[in-house]
């Protein structure tokens, strides 16, 4: 399942160009919680709100927002920029 993170700058808007994109909020993942994107459909994601995503095959989108942008992960041990 996805990592949980936490976007720092402003709000993040997500649009799906292809395929299916999932996305929840909080700190603790949940399938129950996930929110379909199917393409052509957009969501926005409030500046430090937690939350977490996944995307069903093969998917493209577009994420903006105003910076800085930067990702925090609830777990750091889940950071995959620390892995050797």
Do not use: C, W
């Not at 808007?13 to 052509?40: C, H, P, R, W, Y």
């Amino acid at each position: 399942y996805p990592k949980l993170v936490e976007y720092y700058g402003d709000d993040e808007n997500v649009t799906v160009i292809e395929g299916t994109f999932l996305v929840g909020m909080g700190d603790q993942f949940s399938e129950n919680s996930l929110k379909t994107l199917s393409a052509g459909s957009y969501g926005k994601t409030p500046q430090g709100m937690n939350h977490f995503a996944a995307a069903k095959g093969e998917t493209t989108i577009q994420i903006e927002g105003q910076g800085p942008f930067a990702i925090k992960y609830v777990n750091a041990s889940d950071d995959p920029r620390t892995k050797k």
